[in-house]
C-alpha cells in the first residue's frame, strides 16, 4: 500500500487549502484514514481521521475549521482546511488502517511522504 500526499503550499491567515492523499490499495473502501501534522522539534499530531464507513473525527485544534472526506471511486481522501492559522504551519501527512482507527502514529501501518503547508500572519 502507497500513499502520496499532496496539495500543500504557502497561503495566508484565513486562507483554505484542500489537501489529498492518493492510496494505492485494491480496496480503498475498507481502510481507514488519518490524518497527521509534524512542525519542528514535535513529534507528529493527529489532525483528523475517516473511517471506511465515514465517520469522521478531528483534533480539537482544527474542529470546526477543517472536514476530511473521502471518494472511494478514485482512492482518495481529502482534508478540507478552512480558517488557516499561522500555528497550522505543519508537514502533514496522511496514513491508513485497517485496525480500529485512532489518534496515535501507532495505530496506523502505513504512510505517505508529506506535503508541507505554511500559513504567513
Known amino acids: 500500500v502507497q500513499l502520496q500526499a499532496s496539495g500543500g503550499g504557502l497561503v495566508q491567515t484565513g486562507d483554505s487549502l484542500r489537501l489529498s492523499c492518493a492510496v494505492s490499495?485494491?480496496?480503498?473502501?475498507?481502510?481507514?484514514l488519518g490524518w497527521f501534522r509534524r512542525t519542528l522539534g514535535k513529534e507528529r499530531e493527529f489532525v483528523s481521521a475517516?473511517?471506511?464507513?465515514?465517520?469522521?473525527s478531528y483534533a480539537d485544534s482544527v474542529k470546526g475549521r477543517f472536514a476530511v472526506s473521502r471518494d472511494n471511486a478514485k482512492n482518495t481522501v481529502y482534508p478540507q482546511m478552512n480558517g488557516l492559522k499561522p500555528e497550522d504551519t505543519a508537514v502533514y501527512y496522511c496514513?491508513?488502517?485497517?485496525?480500529?482507527?485512532?489518534?496515535?502514529?501507532?495505530?496506523?501501518?502505513?504512510w505517505g511522504q508529506g506535503t508541507l503547508v505554511t500559513v504567513s500572519s
Open positions: 496514513a491508513a488502517t485497517l485496525r480500529i482507527w485512532g489518534t496515535t502514529p501507532n495505530t496506523y501501518d502505513y
Open positions: 490499495a485494491r480496496t480503498f473502501s475498507i481502510w481507514s
Open positions: 475517516i473511517t471506511e464507513s465515514g465517520w469522521t
